[in-house]
């Protein structure tokens, strides 16, 4: 296959294209740094600065990504603009383009957050469930959505992936997490009560390569397994992962003084679960969350 990515250079694009190009697909990556592609996501990868740049050849699927990181620094107005305009305005773009075409790619798998849902409290959130409550993060996933399924009415299966906290050893937030736990600083954040909705990283490109290639596939998918856990709990789990302990709490009201709005994204949570994934047959990898990082800790 023909693949398009987009946000090829992040963490799950970056993991997508090694795993596709393994198996003998062809990259094309539209990108800000078209002249690295081949560096981060290998070297069959195709680096474009514009989508012109691939004329009419023939793309059998895209995959949407690109979007600046949520949760890297406080939601200032400029900020925010920044976070809508990688995702919602490139996701226009993107579908003005698959318009123009001749030939439709079969799929567009998209990006999207179990933010979409707001914090969810107590909630069990399945793909049927309504967004819960109303804040940025669940305001800018809905409009990504939106943009995206507007590919439906050219003809394409249209896929949101609803992606949950990505355990990986090469970047993400765990990454983050890593040192200060490691200084015996780690603990749960706030009252450690709100949930985490993970996902191992081979489980997501995984599910990410199911949805493309399983056609009755469409609409939302909550990409996480299919147990989260609270807060304390990943905490007290990471801890004896790396062996140190785990219960320094980071106060509420510090967050909400030093990251203002952005402290939401921390201190909400959802119990998101996988359903329409496990009805379509998808099987995970990692369902146990120490499972998951042990496999991962010795490259934390």
């Not at 976070?83 to 030939?103: A, P, Y």
């Not at 995984?206 to 399983?214: G, M, R, S, T």
């Amino acid at each position: 296959m023909h693949i398009l990515l987009t946000g090829g250079t992040g963490l799950i694009g970056r993991q997508l294209c090694h795993h596709w190009l393994a198996q003998g697909h062809r990259l094309s990556v539209w990108s800000r740094r078209p002249d690295r592609v081949s560096e981060l996501c290998g070297a069959g990868a195709r680096g474009i600065a514009t989508l012109e740049e691939l004329g009419q050849e023939p793309i059998d699927a895209v995959i949407n990504l690109a979007g600046a990181p949520i949760a890297e620094r406080p939601w200032t107005r400029k900020r925010k603009a920044l976070l809508w305009s990688s995702r919602i305005t490139l996701t226009e773009t993107l579908v003005t383009w698959l318009g123009t075409r001749e030939q439709k790619p079969s799929v567009l798998v998209s990006g999207s957050a179990v933010g979409w849902y707001g914090d969810g409290g107590e909630r069990e959130l399945t793909e049927e469930s309504p967004p819960v409550s109303e804040d940025f993060a669940s305001h800018l996933c809905i409009a990504w959505e939106e943009t995206a399924q507007r590919a439906q009415a050219l003809g394409i299966r249209v896929v949101l992936v609803r992606t949950g906290l990505v355990l990986a050893a090469e970047g993400g937030f765990l990454s983050r997490l890593v040192l200060p736990f490691k200084l015996a600083l780690g603990g749960p954040i706030g009252n450690g009560r709100q949930w985490m909705p993970w996902v191992h990283i081979k489980d997501q490109i995984a599910l990410i390569d199911f949805l493309v290639h399983e056609n009755a596939a469409s609409g939302p998918y909550n990409a996480c397994a299919p147990q989260p856990v609270r807060n304390a709990e990943f905490a007290k789990t990471l801890g004896r992962v790396l062996h140190r302990p785990a219960f320094i709490p980071v106060p509420a009201f510090v967050l909400r003084v030093g990251l203002g709005e952005l402290s939401q994204l921390l201190l909400g949570g959802q119990r998101a679960a996988p359903a329409k994934l496990l009805a379509a047959g998808f099987t995970f990898q990692f369902t146990d969350l120490r499972a998951a990082l042990d496999d991962l800790s010795t490259r934390l």
